[in-house]
């Protein structure tokens, strides 16, 4: 069974802090993702890599940056966390490139104060 | 890039009654198409998928069905139980990464 795991369920970080979330896959999937899923907007990707070294922007990308330098690790970095980014992060990886479907890790809810 | 339209956001059943949700898209090079199903509190899980070399797929109380034409695609769950309730998302890949719908709460109610 291929697991993704988020490492905080839940973070409270004040507005102006650096905020890393982390995301780890246990099925050598060369895809990763970041999304941000707020109500009545769906899923919307922040970030994507595609292989090691490898980053590319999403839909949304502004306030974040990514770090991928292990294949099986894909950390979200918000440089100074504001309120706006309040919301449930998901991390997913997939095998194949929009041919096969993904696996999310379980969430992060992050509240920003 | 792909835009993916789901319809309806809310959809409350009778127990037993069938539930249909549509999505169309936009990219006529789309050629896979994958629901996913999300519990309150849990993660999207992937519950069916559809390739375009088929226009339906079964999976014992749901089915997806391809429309390549009119580019859509609906999921359809038979008999709801209570268990089916939750938020469905389609998706439509785009450049090798996938277009979500915006969802669809399903309240099935006994």
């Known amino acids: 069974d291929v697991k993704v795991t988020q490492s905080s369920r839940y973070l409270v970080k004040r507005t102006g802090e650096k905020v890393f979330l982390e995301c780890v896959q246990d099925?050598?999937?060369?895809?990763m993702f970041w999304y941000r899923q707020d109500p009545g907007l769906g899923l919307r990707l922040i970030y994507f890599?595609?292989?090691?070294?490898?980053?590319e922007k999403g839909d949304i990308p502004e306030g974040y940056s990514v770090s991928r330098e292990k294949k099986e690790r894909f950390s979200l970095i918000l440089e100074s966390a504001s309120t706006n980014q309040t919301s449930m992060y998901l991390c997913?990886?997939?095998f194949g490139r929009g041919n096969y479907g993904y696996t999310f890790g379980s969430g992060t809810r992050l509240t920003v104060v | 890039g792909e835009n993916v339209e789901q319809h309806p956001s809310t959809l409350s059943v009778q127990e037993g009654d069938s539930a249909v949700i549509k999505c169309t898209y936009s990219?006529?090079?789309?050629?896979?198409f994958p629901w996913y199903k999300q519990e309150l509190g849990k993660r999207p899980q992937l519950i069916i998928d559809?390739?375009?070399?088929?226009g339906e797929k079964k999976d014992q109380r749901i089915a997806v069905t391809l429309n390549k034409t009119a580019k859509h695609f609906s999921l359809h769950i038979t008999e709801t139980q209570p268990e089916d309730s939750a938020v469905y998302f389609c998706?439509?890949?785009?450049?090798?990464?996938?277009?979500f719908g915006a969802g669809t709460q399903v309240v099935v109610t006994p």
């Open positions: 990219d006529s090079a789309s050629n896979y």
């Open positions: 998706a439509a890949p785009s450049w090798g990464k996938f277009q």
């Open positions: 890599s595609y292989d090691v070294k490898m980053k």
């Open positions: 997913a990886s997939s």
């Open positions: 559809i390739r375009s070399n088929v």
């Open positions: 099925m050598d999937h060369e895809n």
